[in-house]
């Protein structure tokens, strides 16, 4: 064959490749498009929300009650977490329709794993939808149609924050109280008593009781340690068990008191996962997992705050 026979033959197969191309990038345009406001999902004023629901594996309540999300009428509510939330109802927007092919396989996501999601404004619905994640997207349902949404400019997995379960919406602060009202705050090592210290307001001053001469850097870099602890995950108390927790030789306990007589404490317990986690347990009622690396830095003996 001639290379001019060959040459017209690869011009052949080319121009009806282009034809397909232009046929397939067309069909999945017309799919692709969509009848709606790409803001169908989204709420412009979400400051008059007093209420959310998501219900999914399991229900979960966010309602604002006296300047607070409180979650499931029990538990302050992560705020980062809520403003996250707000920040998806307000700036979502409508990618595309599902295509054609996967509709079967995202209708079945939404019944194994959808989160039906409410907010409303004293009684009033203000937006309803079904949300689900699949394969790094974020699928919107309103109860006819399902879509691809996404914030436009930025890639993230909007489903998450639906998603989470009753730990994940928990305020993750362990002592979340207003630091300018701290009394007191006693460390206390049970089989160390030695090492025990309390840290005490005197003189405008944040000092060790019964110690004269204090590293107030070391001591001030405490207190914020205290302050800034946080959970990586509340447990049950079956699941605190499941993890290993031996209650009876408690490392240490944290009881921090503020000026209304107020008292919040944090009892540590064993490391767990090769000493990476440990398992704690805050208010006599609520376990928690919490990173090694921050418990640490607050389980400081008397002797480390002293000046030599």
Same mark, same amino acid.
């Given at each position: 064959?001639?290379?001019?026979?060959?040459?017209?033959?690869?011009?052949?197969?080319?121009?009806?490749? $282009?034809?397909?191309?232009?046929?397939?990038?067309?069909?999945?345009?017309?799919?692709?498009?969509?009848?709606?406001?790409?803001? %169908?999902?989204?709420?412009?004023? $979400?400051?008059?929300?007093?209420?959310?629901?998501?219900?999914?594996?399991?229900?979960? #309540?966010?309602? +604002?009650?006296?300047?607070?999300?409180?979650?499931?009428?029990?538990?302050?509510?992560?705020?980062?977490?809520?403003?996250?939330?707000?920040?998806?109802?307000?700036?979502?927007?409508?990618?595309?329709?599902?295509?054609?092919?996967?509709?079967?396989?995202?209708?079945?996501?939404?019944?194994?794993?959808?989160?039906?999601?409410?907010?409303?404004?004293?009684?009033?619905?203000?937006?309803?939808?079904?949300?689900?994640?699949?394969?790094?997207?974020?699928? +919107?349902?309103?109860?006819?149609?399902?879509? $691809?949404?996404?914030?436009?400019?930025?890639?993230?997995?909007?489903?998450?924050?639906?998603?989470?379960?009753?730990?994940?919406?928990?305020?993750?602060?362990? +002592?979340?109280? &207003?630091?300018?009202?701290?009394?007191?705050?006693?460390?206390?090592?049970?089989?160390?008593?030695?090492?025990?210290?309390?840290?005490?307001?005197?003189?405008?001053?944040?000092?060790?009781?019964?110690?004269?001469?204090?590293?107030?850097?070391?001591?001030?870099?405490? %207190?914020? &340690?205290?302050? #800034?602890?946080?959970?990586?995950?509340?447990?049950?108390?079956?699941?605190?068990?499941?993890?290993?927790?031996?209650?009876?030789?408690?490392?240490?306990?944290?009881?921090?008191?503020?000026?209304?007589?107020?008292?919040?404490? %944090?009892?540590?317990? &064993?490391?767990? &996962?090769?000493?990476?986690?440990?398992?704690?347990?805050?208010?006599?009622?609520?376990?928690?997992?919490?990173?090694?690396?921050?418990?640490?830095? $607050?389980?400081?003996?008397?002797?480390?705050?002293?000046?030599?």
């Amino acid at each position: 064959m001639s290379q001019r026979s060959k040459n017209i033959k690869l011009g052949i197969v080319w121009l009806v490749l $282009v034809i397909i191309t232009v046929c397939v990038i067309t069909f999945q345009a017309d799919n692709d498009r969509i009848n709606v406001a790409k803001g %169908l999902f989204a709420v412009g004023d $979400v400051t008059l929300i007093d209420e959310v629901i998501l219900a999914g594996k399991e229900v979960n #309540l966010l309602e +604002f009650t006296n300047g607070t999300w409180i979650l499931n009428k029990s538990y302050k509510a992560d705020p980062q977490r809520v403003t996250v939330l707000f920040a998806i109802l307000k700036q979502n927007r409508i990618r595309r329709k599902v295509a054609n092919r996967l509709v079967a396989v995202v209708d079945n996501a939404f019944s194994e794993k959808g989160v039906d999601v409410q907010f409303l404004a004293g009684e009033q619905l203000i937006k309803e939808f079904k949300v689900v994640g699949l394969d790094g997207l974020t699928y +919107f349902n309103d109860g006819t149609e399902s879509y $691809v949404v996404e914030i436009p400019g930025y890639r993230v997995d909007l489903a998450g924050i639906f998603e989470l379960d009753n730990g994940g919406w928990r305020n993750p602060l362990v +002592f979340d109280i &207003n630091w300018a009202n701290l009394k007191e705050v006693n460390m206390i090592f049970p089989s160390r008593p030695d090492e025990q210290f309390d840290v005490i307001y005197k003189r405008r001053y944040y000092t060790i009781r019964d110690s004269q001469s204090v590293d107030s850097t070391k001591l001030t870099d405490f %207190l914020d &340690n205290v302050s #800034l602890m946080y959970v990586k995950d509340y447990l049950s108390n079956e699941e605190a068990l499941d993890n290993g927790l031996d209650s009876s030789s408690p490392q240490a306990s944290i009881v921090v008191s503020d000026v209304g007589a107020n008292q919040y404490t %944090l009892t540590i317990y &064993n490391s767990i &996962n090769e000493e990476d986690e440990v398992i704690g347990l805050i208010d006599s009622t609520n376990y928690a997992i919490f990173d090694f690396n921050m418990i640490r830095k $607050v389980l400081r003996p008397k002797k480390y705050f002293l000046k030599k």
